[in-house]
């Protein structure tokens, strides 16, 4: 990241913004902001490949339509459940944004207080 102000918009997690998010929080000795963003990107991967089934086997039509609104219902929970993480955490700036730099800073100093630096 090459901005310490860098902000992910909460209104539209795209998983460009996802994957910020995860390079921001990779060095945290908790992944959990990470790991949600990962399960996140992969459900939305999960519904789009089930919406593609339908075309490839429109017989079960019915199925993967229930599959896709499975995948729906979870990617919402996720997603509330990745917001609130980040309110908690105190992640998001006062424009309602993820703060990158602050999830990038609360990685180094939980590393830097695990090798015994801080």
Partial sequence: MSDLRETV?????SDEALIEICRAA???ACECPGYLARL?????TFRAYTTSCI??????TETHLWLADR???VESILLQTMIELMQKENLID?????SLDRLSERARATMLKQV???
Avoid: K, N, W, Y
């Avoid at 918009?9 to 997690?13: F, I, R, T, V």
């Avoid at 996140?40 to 939305?44: D, E, H, S, T």
């Fill in 40 to 44: 996140l990107r992969q459900v939305r």
């Fill in 9 to 13: 918009d909460l209104s539209e997690l």
């Fill in 71 to 73: 995948a729906t219902q």
């Fill in 26 to 28: 990779e060095v945290i």
């Fill in 116 to 118: 015994g630096i801080l």
């Fill in 94 to 98: 006062d424009a309602h944004q993820v």
């Fill in 55 to 60: 075309e490839q086997f429109p017989i079960d």
